[in-house]
């Protein structure tokens, strides 16, 4: 970890909310506010091979450097989702949407005004795509296997360890707060850091002074953060530098070719 002068950041973070997701296929709405599309990846895995056909050079060879079929299918299914949607919001085939990286891999569209964040776990895929500035979205789930307690005390701050084991369900939040982490660093283009502590998303508002030299240099000066339960199992969390007005979360469900 590279450490540089130190400037202040501030992250508001919402109560976790249980979301009620609208049934409405493949349809964006980014011009108005945001829009976070879920899917589970069974539902989209009869699109498997319509999906593939979408992938451009650089995804083909992410896609075909993974070890494990599971793997690969949840690849595919995810980032074919994104095109399908990607392209609907822009007007274009979703085989034409081109995209272009930043210092740390973090995927934008030039010349667009979208900002979109794509995020999975073992069985569902969630996608947001809308105008309110950078995005970061993070989805995962309760039915992974994690020691919440060890991990915490390695990468949460000591006011976010007690937070978790004063919880009535230490693990969930322990996710809140992994995915919340996890979606101010993917907003700010970064990505994962070998030091979470250093990011702390325990109080409405959590004002902390940064070091991280990367971190520094393209974190906003503040972020927003959502955090909903979706379900039994799944907890998503967005984070985005302006404060959204108005947030649509949709379950996506095809009926149609897509590709």
Known sequence: MKHGSGRPLTVH?????????????YTPDPLDGMTIHMARLVDLQHYAGPFA???????????????????????????????????KALNIPPRA?????????????????FGFN????????????????????????????????AVGEHYF???????????PDGKRRFLEFWTRKEAV?????????????????????NRMTIHHEAFVAYAAPAYHVNTWHIGPTHILSLAATLDPKKITLRSVRPDHSVA
Not at 157 to 167: F, Y
Not at 185 to 205: F, N, P, Q, T, Y
Request: glycine share 8%; hydrophobic share 40%.
């Open 118 to 149: 794509l995020s999975d776990t073992k069985d569902a895929v969630a996608i947001a795509i809308g105008n309110i500035g950078e995005i970061g979205l993070d989805l995962e789930t309760t039915e992974r296997t994690v020691d919440h307690v």
């Open 97 to 113: 949407v081109a995209f272009e990286r930043g210092p740390y891999g973090k995927p934008f569209i030039r010349n667009s005004t």
């Open 157 to 167: 701050t000591t006011e976010e360890q007690a937070a978790i084991a004063t919880a």
């Open 53 to 87: 056909e979408l992938l451009d050079g650089a995804e083909r060879e992410r896609w075909e450097r993974f070890k494990f079929p599971v793997d690969q299918d949840r690849f595919v299914l995810a980032h074919g989702l994104l095109r399908t949607l990607l392209g």
């Open 13 to 25: 973070c919402s109560d976790p909310e249980v979301a009620t997701l609208e049934e409405d296929g």
């Open 185 to 205: 660093l993917k907003a700010s283009g970064v990505g994962i850091m070998d030091d979470l502590r250093v990011l702390r998303v325990d109080e409405a508002v």
